[in-house]
């Protein structure tokens, strides 16, 4: 009795396990009716003329023999037989040839076989709960989870999500200024899901770019809602990162969409990645124009673009220099990696001190048209008025009335002087 409460209290355990690892109630039964199968086969050759049935919710088994009942001096297999005069000790109409049916109580087959079956139920629950968290994980790479921290380790943290399975952030994963205190909540991305040897490996990371992308679409409802398209990241985690966006709705400012109204929606992106102080760009195709956004805050004054080496040759007042180049040279290298090119800066020594750029224009003429203006290599007035105003036009794509506006502004600006 002491072995059959033994094993009912295994079935019970198992049930419970079921309803904590998400194990449905059909595989469970499987699982364990398969497990005693093996086991009578390992006991006795066959169990081809046994019923198991099953009951985890009341933690409960029963196992069924049937046998063909044959003459007292026929038996040949005790398994597949049963006496006449056993039989009738049962019943005693039984007879020659009828099947009967008795039930076998576990506890009779030794500590042996109940040890047995507690190995191959243990050997296969744990199967199916790795196949359980690797199925779950790897549907689930470039996700974000949150989880609890766990355990702290030097070269990295263990965390366990709400089903308490084990979640790996390495060292190269983590922030450099990323501090962790044990049974906080934390979140990553899901980069990595290995499965070697039926032993699910979840690798999470924060300075991904995708957790960067991912936090924005968290942060940013136009983002998440695909008016505004996160086109590039570059990044050096827990430092500085620049992030181009494109809208594709005219009504939206993508850049002004993501930092929010007095930055509110950039700074909860900023908080979680330790302070990284991010900026946000307005992508474009246009090569000069997206690297001369990607240098900002520092204002260009022109940029020769080299297509087949990928280079691009930017001018600047001296006094821009230093902006372009950034703290540690920070600002020039994250904007070659958002745009792709290798940038070499250069100070433009040639400028006409009466000259005036276009950017001091900003309050006269719309952003976009000097934009356009710029696109086609014009960064000061002179560069402008020393055109065709049919070549502006062409190069430009400007409407008539809008050169003729803008070289209005420029010629009255040097009339005055």
């Not at 409802?221 to 005219?250: C, N, Q, W």
Request: hydrophobic share 40%; with cysteine.
């Amino acid at each position: 009795m002491a072995r059959r409460k033994e094993v009912i209290s295994m079935i019970d355990t198992f049930a419970e396990f079921k309803e904590n690892k998400n194990i449905d109630r059909t595989t469970l039964i499987s699982v364990l009716e398969e497990t005693f199968r093996n086991v009578i086969c390992k006991m006795f050759g066959s169990d081809e003329h046994y019923d198991v049935i099953i009951n985890p919710d009341k933690g409960d088994f029963e196992i069924w023999r049937n046998r063909k009942v044959v003459e007292d001096d026929e038996l040949t297999d005790s398994n597949l037989q049963i006496t006449l005069s056993e039989a009738q000790k049962i019943d005693p109409d039984y007879e020659i040839g009828e099947e009967i049916t008795d039930e076998v109580h576990f506890d009779s087959f030794g500590r042996r076989g109940i040890l047995n079956l507690r190995q191959a139920l243990a050997a296969k629950i744990l199967e199916l709960q790795n196949d359980s968290i690797y199925n779950k994980y790897k549907d689930r790479i470039g996700q974000i989870v949150s989880a609890e921290v766990y355990q702290i380790w030097k070269k990295e943290v263990l965390l366990l999500d709400n089903e308490s399975n084990e979640l790996l952030l390495p060292k190269s994963e983590q922030i450099p200024s990323d501090f962790f205190r044990k049974n906080e909540i934390r979140r990553a991305v899901v980069v990595k899901v290995d499965n070697l040897n039926n032993n699910p490996k979840i690798i999470l990371s924060r300075t991904s770019n995708l957790f960067m992308q991912r936090l924005f679409e968290l942060e940013v409802p136009e983002i998440h809602d695909g008016l505004i398209t996160i086109k590039k990241i570059a990044r050096i985690p827990g430092e500085r990162a620049k992030v181009a966006v494109e809208s594709y709705d005219d009504h939206i400012d993508p850049v002004g969409a993501c930092v929010g109204m007095k930055g509110v929606r950039i700074h909860g992106i900023v908080r979680e990645l330790c302070n990284e102080n991010i900026d946000v760009v307005t992508y474009s195709a246009n090569a000069a124009l997206f690297i001369q956004r990607a240098l900002s805050p520092a204002k260009i004054s022109s940029v020769k673009i080299h297509e087949t080496t990928k280079k691009a040759e930017i001018y600047l007042r001296p006094e821009e220099v230093s902006l372009a180049i950034g703290k540690g040279g920070l600002n020039i290298k994250l904007a070659s990696m958002l745009t792709e090119y290798t940038i070499d800066v250069f100070r433009d020594e040639v400028i006409d001190e009466n000259d005036i750029y276009l950017d001091e224009f900003a309050d006269e003429i719309d952003a976009w048209v000097i934009d356009a203006l710029k696109n086609i290599n014009c960064y000061t007035a002179k560069n402008v008025l020393a055109m065709e105003r049919s070549e502006i036009m062409e190069k430009a794509d400007l409407e008539e009335n809008t050169v003729d506006e803008v070289l209005a502004i420029l010629k009255s600006e040097f009339e005055e002087e």
